[in-house]
C-alpha cells in the first residue's frame, strides 16, 4: 500500500533539496539550449520551484504554512545555501 496523506495546516510536508556547489558546476550544460554554467540551470530551475510554492501557499487572508523547506548545499563546504 501506497503512503499518502494531504497537505494542509495542520499537516505540512517538507521539501530538502541537496544542491551539488563544488567547481564542476562551473562547466557549462551540454544539450539543445545555448551553453551556460550548470549552477545557473540549477539555481534557474529551484528558484522557479520555490516560487511555484509559495503561490501554493498564498490565499485571500495571507501566506499558509503548508511547506517547509531546506536547501543544503555541497562542495568545499556543507551547509545552507540560503544567503
Not at 495546516?9 to 530538502?16: D, G, L, M, Q, W
Not at 511555484?52 to 563546504?77: Q, T
Amino acid at each position: 500500500m501506497a503512503y499518502s496523506v494531504e497537505i494542509s495546516r495542520a499537516n505540512p510536508t517538507c521539501f530538502v533539496f541537496l544542491l551539488d556547489q563544488s567547481t564542476s558546476m562551473e562547466d557549462p550544460t551540454t544539450g539543445g539550449e545555448a551553453p551556460r554554467r550548470k549552477a545557473d540551470a540549477v539555481a534557474d530551475a529551484l528558484n522557479r520551484l520555490l516560487f511555484e510554492l509559495s503561490l501554493k501557499c498564498a490565499k485571500e487572508e495571507g501566506v499558509r504554512d503548508y511547506f517547509h523547506v531546506a536547501v543544503l548545499g555541497y562542495g568545499a563546504r556543507v551547509g545552507s545555501a540560503f544567503g
